[in-house]
């Protein structure tokens, strides 16, 4: 059976997601897993169009972030020694932590409307105080709701935990966009 080998790219819609991808791929290419088998990567799943530098950058910032690690933990000696990715520096994955936030920002100054409600929530976990500020709006008579920051309340020295308060956080985390 010869495979053919020909290479097209597709600009994804910024607005799809990873499903929308899978759906496509599954209806363009029924013979997707066939494929996958005969070229030896046997996993069965899109990971492995993903290039191991993507892979290994995307696993240390999953794994710095959702375990609230501190940034110096890649460079960690022991962590090298019992873990199965590849060093990274902390200069590097700054980078793309930053590389990451910019694209996050761009992508929701696309996605919200020029009108849009906000949610300003505030929650205790162990004595220490959190305000999450989310963004609300109608999309296809649906209600859609965005996370647009979550961050602990660093002057803890009040308090005072009321709306009223957390809208200055709201005001200062809104200097970096052109909405306020």
Request: with cysteine.
């Amino acid at each position: 059976m010869a495979l053919n080998n020909t290479i097209t790219t597709k600009q994804q819609d910024p607005k799809t997601g990873y499903s929308n991808l899978f759906n496509h791929v599954m209806k363009r290419h029924p013979d997707y897993l066939s494929t996958m088998k005969m070229s030896g990567f046997n996993s069965g799943t899109l990971v492995t169009f993903i290039d191991q530098k993507s892979q290994t950058i995307y696993s240390w910032l999953i794994l710095i972030t959702e375990c609230n690690l501190p940034f110096s933990f890649c460079e960690n000696p022991t962590v090298a020694k019992y873990t199965v990715m590849k060093s990274m520096s902390v200069e590097t994955l700054l980078k793309y932590a930053d590389l990451v936030t910019k694209t996050v920002e761009a992508t929701l100054s696309e996605v919200l409307p020029s009108t849009f409600g906000i949610i300003i929530d505030g929650c205790t976990f162990l004595s220490e105080h959190f305000v999450a500020m989310f963004a609300v709006f109608d999309h296809d008579g649906r209600v859609e709701k965005v996370l647009l920051s979550m961050a602990p309340i660093v002057d803890d020295n009040t308090d005072d935990h009321t709306a009223k308060s957390m809208s200055h956080f709201w005001r200062a985390s809104c200097r970096s966009t052109s909405r306020h």
